[in-house]
């Protein structure tokens, strides 16, 4: 995952808590995406920033919010947390030249949010 | 739209024996095929990918996939795997679509290597 990092790395939040998950890169590449992952489902994407000062909806978009800081940062908030939001989030980022569906896809080593 | 099967969710193997983990896709356009791995704790990364060309496609640890249009599989294999190969596979299709890269995973195996 050498290039992408994520904080935190663990966090519990308490229903109705808001927190911000942080997502940076050094790997000078356009689009950067927000992806959970609950078992049995794969991936799917909440948020994507096809380059920098553009995001728009994923698959699955309600109840968060994203950012896209600069070509280095994208971050994903939860305003008003919710146990259904427990999950593993994925930070992700890929060249996004024009042709891009080929792009392999790097990920971040994840953040594990526990709602209760 | 686009769909990505993978119809075993768990796929348990002996060390030192072949393995093959199936993925079907569906598509009204073209599209471009991947396999990701995530090991435990860690995020995904590139195992190989199908872009055109050759229909056997090789990639990292010696796993290999192929490509079949006509049965829309693209089926990861590995002649004799090692403990180290145990992680989660995920298959994915990818295209272009409103200026993003559209990535649909399927919901992944677990393979798990028995001594």
């Known amino acids: 995952n050498a290039g992408v990092t994520q904080t935190p790395k663990f966090q519990v939040l308490k229903t109705g808590q808001s927190m911000t998950l942080q997502c940076a890169q050094d790997?000078?590449?356009?689009?950067m995406y927000w992806y959970r992952q609950d078992p049995g489902m794969g991936l799917r994407l909440i948020y994507y920033s096809a380059s920098e000062g553009t995001t728009d909806k994923g698959e699955v978009p309600n109840g968060y919010n994203v950012s896209r800081l600069n070509k280095r940062e994208f971050s994903l908030r939860l305003e008003s947390a919710a146990p259904s939001q427990t999950s593993v989030y994925f930070c992700?980022?890929?060249?996004?030249?024009?042709?891009?569906?080929?792009?392999?896809?790097?990920f971040g080593p994840g953040t594990r949010l526990t709602v209760l | 739209a686009q769909s990505v099967t993978q119809l075993d969710s768990q796929v348990p193997v002996f060390e030192e024996a072949p393995v093959e983990l199936r993925c079907n896709y569906s598509s009204s356009v073209s599209v471009y095929l991947f396999w990701y791995v995530q090991y435990p704790n860690q995020g995904l990364q590139l195992l190989l990918k199908y872009l055109s060309g050759s229909t056997l496609v090789k990639g990292i640890n010696g796993f290999e996939a192929e490509f079949n249009k006509s049965q829309t599989s693209f089926h990861l294999r590995k002649p004799s795997v090692h403990i180290s190969d145990t992680a989660e596979y995920f298959c994915?299709?990818?295209?272009?679509?409103?200026?993003?890269?559209?990535?649909?995973f399927g919901t992944g195996t677990k393979l798990q290597v028995i001594p």
């Open positions: 992700a980022l890929s060249r996004g030249l024009a042709g891009g569906s080929t792009d392999t896809q790097y």
């Open positions: 994915a299709v990818t295209r272009n679509s409103g200026g993003y890269q559209k990535v649909t």
């Open positions: 790997m000078n590449h356009n689009s």
